[in-house]
């Protein structure tokens, strides 16, 4: 997978385009037990997961973007390791473990055409600025794993997968409580001559979330 890893980093969408479709079609076509052998080899050795997924969120070429995503989807789908990777480096609410576990190759899909976009509610956060430095904080990653390969010439290197995880900046100031960024978990509704205030979100255990919401307000007091 090393020739892979370097057209990858070639500035030409035909290429990149080009590598990515062969990265496809080996993954497509692989049997589920050879499949699951791939996964484990290219999340741990290789930084072909990564590479996908900053062409995924910041190509503008639809046609890169498309075949980008479909090589993570193949990368992580049905990987404990590799779905734990994705709720890890998403903002939180984004991907729970359980949840993404259990998607399809369509499901992640949809998921990359889905945070193509802004998201704003009261469970997930996703703008331009968490893409930019999700972006950023990959390409980092990418460059200290292939600075220290050099420098361990021919022994394997491998990523700690379990340990790579990213904090977003700008998510940092909004307060989130049981799963809930509290800002977008209420709206003002006008009706008539007065106005009322609404739940944007159902919370499925009221009681557990008051006592969640008591407990942070009472540190932030003290």
Excluded at 140 to 163: C, D, F, G, P
Excluded at 187 to 196: A, I, M, P, V, Y
Aim: aromatic residues 8%.
């Amino acid at each position: 997978m090393d020739a892979l890893e370097l057209l990858l980093t070639y500035n030409s969408a035909p290429i990149l385009y080009q590598a990515s479709k062969i990265q496809h079609d080996v993954l497509s076509l692989a049997d589920p037990s050879a499949l699951q052998q791939y996964q484990s080899m290219l999340l741990c050795t290789t930084t072909l997961l990564a590479r996908h997924l900053t062409l995924a969120l910041g190509c503008t070429s639809a046609q890169l973007h498309d075949v980008s995503s479909q090589c993570v989807a193949l990368q992580v789908a049905g990987n404990a390791a590799g779905c734990r990777l994705m709720g890890r480096i998403f903002p939180r609410g984004m991907l729970p473990k359980a949840k993404c576990l259990q998607w399809k190759l369509e499901a992640w899909q949809d998921f990359f055409a889905v945070i193509r976009n802004k998201i704003d509610t009261a469970t997930e956060q996703w703008n331009q600025d968490c893409r930019e430095e999700l972006v950023a904080k990959l390409k980092a990653n990418m460059t200290r794993y292939i600075n220290l390969k050099r420098s361990m010439h021919e022994q394997t290197v491998r990523w700690n997968v379990e340990e790579f995880r990213v904090a977003y900046s700008g998510l940092e100031g909004l307060c989130r409580v049981g799963g809930f960024y509290l800002a977008n978990l209420v709206s003002w509704t006008k009706l008539g001559d007065k106005s009322h205030l609404q739940l944007t979100a159902e919370i499925a255990d009221p009681l557990a979330f008051w006592n969640v919401s008591n407990s942070v307000a009472s540190r932030s007091r003290s």
